[in-house]
């Protein structure tokens, strides 16, 4: 039957609909730049999600662990074996991203019979020298949202993802309304958490709603930071090795998230 | 371009650098261009790196390397890097062919960092011992050919066991724990007495030198190699080219600087 046009579109749109539905709970996560570097913030109950890729490439990633899985294995071998052949700095995100992986996420929420990913993926990397940060979102249907920097605009310092656009568009609101990028490391975490609390708040309420009063922000951020674990990583410039990605342990920056 | 499928977690090639590069056909060609040529023998001098050393001291471990290539008995490069730092608490030490030891190096590299990216946590001391024992084995007929021989030593921190460990290797890929010190190379014969007759008879063992004593004993025990071996570059007195000498420990690797070098072997050495 869905060899008939409107049957294919219509068979699309479900499967539209049921990933978002899948992805909907999805915990938020935040990343932006600061002096040093970017750093990638979530807070989580269970399983890990956010990982490094390469030397100056990292992912973090909501859906289906065993999705999130293949591509993050997909994005290392891709990237350690074009490190590998050629060198470091042949290896970019935007290629990763552009050549290697949308094509085959729109190719397998496309094919009907067969099954899609179900997973939202944040990628950065952290520019070299003078070249500005990359923030990539890459969705289950191949298609990219990156930072800018295309027709003279300006590039933001900043990406999202989360399980619901309206989430999403919470959460980059608030991060334009700041100065970035975050003069330091802890100024960077208290942002990225005030960025997730504003992300998971707002995960179940309406698009025209308005944002969350202060009071109920911090009632739930302290409820949230009591509930789940921290988990943070940076990919930091100042690394005397070419791999920059460095894990920040809960209980490194708990204290100083919790004193506000 | 598809993805390829994840391959099964229970596989002994997960997180393996050297399957993935195999299964891309990317695999630095040893075996199979040997066996195109079965009977062919090298048929000119190859370039060469020669004599490096490594011992235990109070320190850590040092490990040392002079700077020359040859080719038979033609200098080709007088500032090769022969101590290569691997991650941040790993050194690999090449004597023998350039070519087939740096291309090793960077498998190497790349299989440590593969596996902690992929599979979540740090590769052990002994599977990157193994590693590099593999990456040998596989270089083995080019061995027999008498092309390609890489004779290493391979130095890291232990975080188990909170020691600095040293071993060396022969081309097959066997691999031995030293106890003190290890030297391959052309001109190891000078360095291994020189090293044996200091921690038998020395002022001290060498496990109970200081820094600034082992660097020392490393600039001397290569300017003995020199003395005898040709390949072995010591130190170059006019071109101020000076051994790299490296220490590792738990705070990761050091590498000694020129100015330092230069001021101790004009006191020390010369």
Redesign the interface.
């Known amino acids: 039957m869905i060899e008939e046009p409107y049957r294919w579109v219509e068979a699309i749109a479900n499967r539209r609909e049921y990933i978002e539905h899948q992805l909907a709970t999805g915990s938020p996560i935040a990343a932006l730049s600061y002096g040093d570097g970017i750093l990638l913030f979530t807070l989580g109950r269970e399983r890990q999600k956010l990982f490094e890729i390469y030397d100056r490439i990292g992912m973090g990633g909501i859906g289906h662990p065993g999705d999130i899985e293949r591509l993050r294995m997909a994005a290392i071998e891709l990237t350690s074996t074009e490190g590998f052949a050629r060198s470091a700095h042949d290896v970019s995100l935007r290629r990763l991203a552009n050549y290697s992986l949308s094509p085959s996420l729109k190719a397998a929420f496309e094919q009907v019979y067969g099954a899609p990913y179900l997973s939202r993926m944040l990628f950065v990397e952290l520019g070299r020298g003078d070249a500005p940060n990359s923030f990539l979102r890459l969705d289950y249907d191949g298609s990219i949202r990156t930072n800018g920097g295309v027709l003279g605009q300006a590039y933001e310092e900043f990406g999202v993802i989360s399980g619901t656009t309206n989430s999403a568009g919470k959460m980059e609101d608030h991060l334009r309304a700041q100065k970035l990028p975050a003069a330091t490391l802890d100024g960077a975490l208290a942002t990225a958490l005030d960025t997730w609390v504003i992300g998971h708040l707002t995960l179940t309420s309406d698009s025209h709603d308005d944002l969350p009063s202060p009071e109920e922000l911090a009632k739930h951020r302290a409820e949230q930071l009591a509930a789940a674990s921290i988990e943070a990583a940076v990919l930091e410039r100042s690394s005397r090795l070419p791999a920059t990605w460095r894990a920040l342990k809960d209980a490194e920056i708990r204290p100083m998230l919790e004193k506000r | 371009?598809?993805?390829?499928a994840?391959r099964e977690p229970a596989s002994p090639d997960a997180g393996d650098?050297a399957a993935?590069?195999r299964q891309?056909g990317?695999y630095p060609a040893t075996a199979a261009a040997a066996h195109a040529a079965p009977s062919v023998t090298a048929p000119f001098a190859q370039t060469q790196a020669t004599t490096i050393l490594a011992f235990k001291f109070a320190g850590g471990v040092l490990v040392a390397g002079d700077r020359r290539a040859t080719a038979g008995n033609v200098v080709v490069y007088d500032r090769a890097d022969k101590v290569l730092e691997i991650d941040?608490h790993s050194l690999m030490a090449i004597a023998g062919v350039p070519a087939t030891a740096w291309e090793m190096a960077?498998?190497l590299e790349?299989s440590f960092?593969?596996y902690?990216?992929?599979q979540?946590q740090e590769m052990s001391l002994e599977g990157k011992v193994r590693a590099l024992s593999k990456l040998l084995r596989d270089n083995l007929s080019f061995v027999l050919q008498g092309v390609g021989v890489v004779v290493p030593l391979f130095a890291a921190y232990d975080f188990e066991a909170a020691v600095s460990r040293l071993y060396f290797y022969d081309a097959m890929g066997a691999q031995f724990e030293a106890a003190d010190y290890a030297a391959t190379g052309s001109g190891s014969p000078a360095v291994r007495s020189v090293l044996y007759y200091e921690n038998a008879w020395g002022s001290k063992p060498l496990v109970k030198r200081r820094e600034s004593e082992a660097v020392i004993l490393a600039l001397r025990a290569l300017d003995t190699a020199a003395e005898t071996d040709t390949a072995t570059g010591g130190v170059d007195r006019r071109g101020l080219v000076y051994p790299i000498i490296k220490i590792i420990s738990k705070t990761g690797i050091r590498t000694l600087a020129e100015k330092d070098l230069a001021r101790i072997f004009q006191r020390e050495v010369k």
Do not use: A, G, Y
């Open positions: 371009m598809e993805l390829q994840v650098f993935l590069l891309r990317m941040t960077r498998v790349h960092q593969f902690r990216r992929s979540l």
